[in-house]
C-alpha cells in the first residue's frame, strides 16, 4: 500500500508563486513515475507534468514556462513550482503515482487526495 500526502496549496494572487510537494510513503512497492494532475470545478482532471522515475518532466501546454516539476527519490518526493500563476490554474492539485513490485512486474497506482490552489485576481 502507497500513501500519498500532498503540501503547498493556497490561495495566492495573479502573478504569484506556490510550491507544492507531494510524499509518497511505501512498505514494499517501488515508486515508478508520478504526475500532477489538476481539476477545476466543473472541469474533468487534467494533466499537468509528467515525473518519470529517471527521465525528463513533460509539461501541459498551458503552464509549460511557468511550472517546473522535480523529484528527489531518495525521499520519494516530487515537487510542483508554480509561478507566473494565472485565475485559471485555480483547482484541486493532485498527486499521482504508478509503482514496481520487487520482480520488476507493475504494481498499482495511486492517488493523493489533492491540496487546494485558488488564485484571484
Known amino acids: 500500500q502507497v500513501q500519498l500526502v500532498e503540501s503547498g496549496g493556497g490561495l495566492v494572487q495573479a502573478g504569484g508563486s506556490l510550491r507544492l510537494s507531494c510524499v509518497a510513503s511505501?512498505?514494499?512497492?517501488?515508486?515508478?513515475?508520478m504526475a500532477w494532475y489538476r481539476q477545476a470545478p466543473g472541469e474533468q482532471r487534467e494533466l499537468v507534468a509528467e515525473?518519470?522515475?529517471?527521465?525528463?518532466?513533460m509539461y501541459a501546454a498551458s503552464v509549460q514556462g511557468r511550472f517546473t516539476a522535480s523529484r528527489d527519490n531518495a525521499k520519494n518526493t516530487v515537487y510542483l513550482q508554480m509561478n507566473s500563476l494565472k485565475p485559471e490554474d485555480t483547482g484541486v492539485y493532485s498527486c499521482?503515482?504508478?509503482?514496481?513490485?520487487?520482480?520488476?512486474?507493475?504494481?498499482?497506482?495511486?492517488w493523493g487526495q489533492g491540496t487546494q490552489v485558488t488564485v484571484s485576481l
Open positions: 499521482f503515482a504508478d509503482t514496481l513490485l520487487d520482480s520488476g512486474t507493475k504494481g498499482d497506482a495511486y
Open positions: 511505501t512498505l514494499i512497492e517501488i515508486i515508478n513515475d
Open positions: 515525473i518519470p522515475r529517471g527521465g525528463t518532466p
